[in-house]
């Protein structure tokens, strides 16, 4: 069993930004493969946002590389950095983990509970 928690997610004006960050942790050995972020906003379906791979290869969806910026570290931490935030933005964002855990040979997806961005005035 893994967990995943979200933080970093709150109200933020037009044009402000956040760091959103996500955390992986177990009480057994595991490795991440990539990290992926998702949103869903208010009456949409989830959408996938940027994945970032264990070798630090970055994908993003549509545009958002302009604004957007994936990125992990050692700490089993995946971190979404947001800049120039727009009202569309306000969504959930939910971190996706694909975590093999060791002794399996092909790792497996994990989602976080998410965390509530809101981009208003």
């Known amino acids: 069993q893994v967990h995943l928690v979200e933080s970093g997610g709150g109200l933020v004006q037009p044009g402000g930004s956040l760091r959103l960050s996500c955390t992986a942790s177990s009480g057994s050995l595991f490795s991440i493969n990539s990290w992926a972020w998702y949103r869903q906003g208010p009456g949409k379906e989830r959408e996938w946002v940027a994945t970032?791979?264990?070798?630090?290869?970055t994908d993003y969806a549509g545009q958002m590389q302009d604004r957007f910026t994936i990125s992990s570290d050692d700490s089993n931490t995946v971190y979404l950095q947001m800049n120039d935030l727009k009202s569309e933005d306000t969504a959930v964002y939910y971190c996706?983990?694909?975590?093999?855990?060791?002794?399996?040979?092909?790792?497996?997806?994990?989602w976080g509970k998410g965390t509530l961005v809101t981009v208003s005035s």
């Open positions: 970032i791979t264990g070798g630090g290869v």
């Open positions: 996706n983990g694909n975590i093999r855990f060791v002794g399996e040979l092909h790792g497996k997806y994990y």
